[in-house]
């Protein structure tokens, strides 16, 4: 083999492991595991919700899964003071709702509306 061959050679191998080391360094970063947020899932009543956990915020979604006009009544705590939100949700109705800073205490079904 000539001395050519041998230094092409030599930087074709090097080429080959900067490359999969660069590939190898790619991969742990896009297998990085995401912050795992946890998902509350229920039902009241006619109502099928759930809410995950948030760093700010909090959104319910709901779904009446009554064939009537139904109240979802939602209680939630700003920390030192505890909240309600009532919706009125049509006969197999969908809706959410964002709540900033707050945590979920109760969520019910206040019947028909």
Excluded at 69 to 75: A, E, Q, S, T, V
């Amino acid at each position: 083999m000539s001395a050519y061959s041998r230094r092409t050679n030599l930087r074709t191998r090097a080429a080959v492991v900067v490359a999969a080391s660069l590939a190898v360094a790619g991969l742990g970063v896009g297998t990085a595991a995401p912050a795992s947020a946890e998902v509350h899932r229920g039902v009241a009543g006619c109502f099928a919700w759930s809410w995950g956990d948030g760093n700010t915020s909090v959104t319910v979604y709901w779904h009446n899964r009554c064939d009537n006009k139904r109240k979802l009544k939602i209680k939630y705590s700003l920390g030192w003071t505890t909240k309600s939100y009532t919706a009125v949700v049509g006969a197999d109705g969908k809706g959410h709702k964002k709540f900033q800073t707050a945590s979920i205490v109760s969520i019910t079904d206040g019947g028909r509306a």
